[in-house]
């Protein structure tokens, strides 16, 4: 069974940096595509950082200050966030396909 636990959210000054971590089991990551996406209240998912065995996406709006990365050896995906926005503030969630697997999620908080 595949599991997915996120950690790294908290909150943070506008401009600030964090760095989420998502944790899989169950299944190995180097033919899986990983992402991120993220929830704001009142608002739909939305994907923010994908990432394949060749390939990389990212949502325009955090481009230049998202990275993600993934080490398959330790079967982790990871999302920089630097220079952080308050509209950056969202519960964000960790994916994988193919299968539909979601984290449970974290929270980032970005204050003004």
Do not use: H
Not at 27 to 45: H, I, N
Not at 49 to 71: E, H, L, M, P, Q
């Amino acid at each position: 069974q595949v599991q997915l636990v996120e950690s790294g959210g908290g909150l943070v000054q506008a401009g600030g940096s964090l760095r989420l971590s998502c944790a899989a089991s169950g299944r190995t990551l180097s033919s899986a595509v990983m992402g991120w996406f993220r929830q704001a209240p009142g608002k739909e998912r939305e994907a923010v950082a994908r990432i394949s065995w060749n390939a990389v996406y990212y949502a325009d709006s955090v481009k230049g200050r998202f990275t993600i990365s993934r080490d398959n050896a330790k079967n982790t995906v990871n999302l920089q966030m630097n220079s952080l926005k308050p509209e950056d503030t969202a519960v964000y969630y960790c994916n994988l396909d193919p299968g539909g697997y979601w984290g449970k999620g974290t929270l980032v908080t970005v204050s003004s």
